[in-house]
T-cell receptor, first 114, second 112 residues
Framework: EAQVTQNPRYLITVTGKKLTVTCSQNMNHEYMSWYRQDPGLGLRQIYYSMNVEVTDKGDVPEGYKVSRKEKRNFPLILESPSPNQTSLYFC?????????????FGEGSRLTVL | GNSVTQMEGPVTLSEEAFLTINCTYTATGYPSLFWYVQYPGEGLQLLLKATKADDKGSNKGFEATYRKETTSFHLEKGSVQVSDSAVYFCALTSDSNYQLIWGAGTKLIIKP
């Protein structure tokens, strides 16, 4: 089944404790992206990647890191999480190097930082 | 830069009512336009899209027409069902085509 898989789905952590949210897609897509969703703010893009070893900042990259060493994986790293990073996070992928095609989303990772 | 404005929700309708969710945009160039839907507890999924002026996207009884003269992409459905209850997002491609510009989302509630 074609899918984007995120882990963990739910996580409660404490300020400053490094964490990684994994994202993996099995559709051989070039483009991958991370978003956060907050009430009243819609979706805001954190980082995106057009292909292996090619990443760029989205609208809200502060406090996050990403890497794209393999085509299928695009982990989101929070080196020192803070309470304002409490949010619902989505990973998405798309065929091609841009977004004019369909974006396929994971089911989301709900992160709470205390 | 490009931007999207969609009507605030929640929008509450009775089953079989006619639905319109407004979406207007500002853009340079010729962006592609999208509607995505998010059902409770799930990720977003593409509902429909249009890539050029006067194109009509349609899916699952929903329609939207790319109107360049009014810079709009309103979502419509003739007869809604309880199962249509979800959050609907309007979006367009950025100039670079590497990002989507998202509206804030409109929550739709359909009552039996």
């Amino acid at each position: 089944e074609a899918q984007v898989t995120q882990n963990p789905r739910y996580l409660i952590t404490v300020t400053g404790k490094k964490l990684t949210v994994t994202c993996s897609q099995n559709m051989n897509h070039e483009y991958m992206s991370w978003y956060r969703q907050d009430p009243g703010l819609g979706l805001r893009q954190i980082y995106y990647s057009m292909n292996v070893e090619v990443t760029d900042k989205g609208d809200v990259p502060e406090g996050y890191k990403v890497s794209r060493k393999e085509k299928r994986n695009f982990p989101l790293i929070l080196e020192s999480p803070s309470p304002n990073q409490t949010s619902l996070y989505f990973c998405a992928s798309s065929p091609g190097t841009g977004v004019s095609g369909e974006l396929f989303f994971g089911e989301g990772s709900r992160l709470t930082v205390l | 830069g490009n931007s999207v404005t969609q009507m605030e929700g929640p929008v509450t309708l009775s089953e079989e009512a006619f639905l319109t969710i407004n979406c207007t945009y500002t853009a340079t160039g010729y962006p592609s336009l999208f509607w995505y839907v998010q059902y409770p507890g799930e990720g977003l999924q593409l509902l429909l899209k249009a890539t050029k002026a006067d194109d009509k996207g349609s899916n699952k009884g929903f329609e939207a027409t790319y109107r360049k003269e009014t810079t709009s992409f309103h979502l419509e459905k003739g007869s809604v069902q309880v199962s249509d209850s979800a959050v609907y997002f309007c979006a367009l491609t950025s100039d670079s085509n590497y990002q989507l510009i998202w509206g804030a989302g409109t929550k739709l509630i359909i009552k039996p």
